[in-house]
Structure formats: structure tokens, C-alpha cells
């Protein structure tokens, strides 16, 4: 073994993993720039089985229309409200049956379906930004003055969710349809 080339060690670290393993690694050269990916890169090429075979790739996602948000609000609202199945059940049943629901609506277009989690995801997003905006529409009513019309207040209310959160509020189609549910109005006071 030559102790003055420096690449000796990395050649005898890669001659040692090859023998102890079925499979052998090509020797390395240091200042390979080539295309080739090397023996401990986490890169897959095209042409490896780990791009092809990869079991986390992803699907492509779905914009939710505003038309979407109204049936998943009606699907949350049905399916919490069900006095036979209550909202007693199981987080995965419930999201569940309000997929099913989402689903089974007219509204959406052939193919449109959601599955649970993404119905859950996007659930959760616009309950937050909604409830957010709540309280911006609360603090513009307090500040109400008797010239101001509703749409002034609801104007306001939207310069108080900008200032608060640096945000514009773009799911006021859902705070349409929440804004007056009783349910929905209780659980989002609760929080």
C-alpha cells in the first residue's frame, strides 16, 4: 500500500464494502465530473429502478374551486348534524362519510371526488381562515358607526384580517355559507 497517495484509503474503504456485499459498487474515481451518479448518492436517474419504483410519488393535486369548498361546508354540515350517526364516531369514519358525501353531490363535476384526508386538509384550512375572519367581522361590527352600511363593515372586516395576518381573506364564499350555521357558529365560538 503507497501511505503518499491519498486515494488509496478510498479505494481500499470501496474494495471492502464490495466484498462484504452481493452487489459491487464501480471504483470510484475522485474527480469523476460525469454524468454518473455515484456509489452513496441518494439521486436517481431516470434509468434507475429507484425513479421508476419510487413508492412516494406523488399524485397530482387538485385545486379547490370555490364551488368545491360550498359541498365539502354542506358535507361537513350534513354529516355533523346526522342525528342518527351523530358526530360521536371515529375521526377516519367521519371524514369518511363527508368524502362520501362530497362525492355523492351534483356539484361536483365527474371525477371530482376527494378523498378523506384532502377533504380533512382543506376542512381545516378554511375553518381556521373563516373562524380568523370571524373575529375581524366581529371587531369591524363594534366599530360599526351608524353611516356604515354592511358592506362597509364586511370592507373593514377585511382590512382587519389583512392587518392581522398579512393575508387577503379569499374564502369568503365559505364565510357566506358559515357565517349564519348554528353549529357551525357554537364550535367556532368554542374555539
Known sequence: ???????????????LLNSQQDCHFPELF??????????????????????????TQRKERKKWSPSDDVVLISAWLKTSKDPVVGNEHKE?????????????????ERGGAREAIPCKQRWQKMNDLVCKFSGAYAAATRHKTSVQS????????HKIFYNDHK??????????????????????SSN
Open 30 to 55: 475522485p474527480y469523476d465530473c460525469g454524468s454518473q451518479v455515484h456509489v452513496f448518492s441518494t439521486q436517481g436517474t431516470e434509468t434507475s429502478s429507484f425513479y421508476e419504483d419510487s413508492p
Open 167 to 188: 393575508i387577503k381573506f379569499n374564502l369568503h364564499h365559505a364565510w357566506e355559507e358559515l357565517k349564519n350555521d348554528q353549529k357551525w357558529c357554537a364550535l367556532a
Open 92 to 108: 377516519c369514519a367521519f371524514w369518511k362519510r363527508i368524502a362520501d358525501n362530497f362525492a355523492s353531490s351534483p356539484k361536483v
Open 1 to 15: 500500500m503507497d501511505s503518499t497517495n491519498p486515494y488509496s484509503r478510498t479505494s481500499n474503504f470501496v474494495n
Open 150 to 157: 354592511e358592506s362597509d363593515v364586511v370592507k373593514m372586516a
